[in-house]
């Protein structure tokens, strides 16, 4: 069993939809990020989080610690946001341990 | 601010040689991670270094080694390269230790073994 599950896998929605991707860890962890990874290999962080949630425009990002649960919303989905998106967790000095990653595709 | 620079961005090898990448990180950041990613194993952490010093090693064979340069740039080192070295080889460069800290990614290497 993975480390860090993410669900779904592959997701698929209209432009407008709300969006929420899940991320569940099974160790105690000292920060959990959000990536976003477009075609063509390029990785941009999202968000980096020890509590509670962070907004960013139409991202929210929410951690739950006694649930060893986040998850990721987008808002007013765009076609542009179409990307995989990875979740990836840090324990103490170690290095990150990543997801597999949410593939999601915004049809217009 | 210039970002994450990464070269070459794409590399073409046989089995047996060795290869080495490099990373420029962000002005100002002292860490940077490398990571591998394939489609079979996803992303997996590599190593990090801060301030020279290798800080954390990630589940990988000794093939596989880097450094870090008093202008904080880094090298990643794959000697004896197997098929299975193909992969997009990324860095991220950040101001403290990596996994408590915003992580800048370069846009990768992508290797090819022949």
């Known amino acids: 069993k993975n480390e860090v599950e993410q669900s779904p896998q592959n997701l698929t929605a209209q432009e407008g939809e709300f969006i929420t991707i899940n991320c569940s860890y099974s160790?105690?962890?000292?920060?959990l990020h959000w990536l976003q990874q477009h075609p063509g290999g390029g990785i941009v962080s999202l968000f980096m989080l020890s509590s509670g949630k962070k907004k960013h425009g139409r991202l929210i990002a929410t951690i739950n610690i006694q649930e060893k649960h986040s998850s990721l919303h987008i808002t007013a989905s765009h076609p542009r946001d179409s990307a995989v998106y990875i979740c990836?967790?840090?324990?103490?000095?170690?290095?990150?341990?990543f997801g597999k990653g949410t593939h999601l595709i915004i049809q217009p | 601010k210039a970002g994450v620079t990464q070269t070459p961005r794409y590399l073409i090898k046989t089995r047996g040689q060795q290869v080495t990448l490099s990373c420029s990180p962000i002005s100002g950041h002292r860490s940077v991670s490398w990571y591998q990613q394939t489609p079979g194993q996803g992303l997996q952490f590599l190593f990090e270094?801060?301030?020279?010093?290798?800080?954390n090693k990630g589940n990988f064979p000794g093939r596989f080694s880097g450094r870090q340069f008093s202008n904080s740039r880094s090298e990643m080192n794959v000697s004896t390269l197997e098929l299975g070295d193909s992969a997009l080889y990324l860095c991220?460069?950040?101001?403290?230790?990596?996994?408590?800290?915003?992580?800048?990614f370069g846009d990768g290497t992508r290797l090819s073994i022949l």
């Open positions: 991220a460069s950040s101001l403290g230790q990596a996994g408590n800290q915003p992580q800048h």
């Open positions: 990836a967790v840090v324990r103490g000095a170690d290095g990150l341990t």
């Open positions: 270094y801060f301030s020279e010093t290798q800080r």
């Open positions: 160790v105690g962890i000292s920060a």
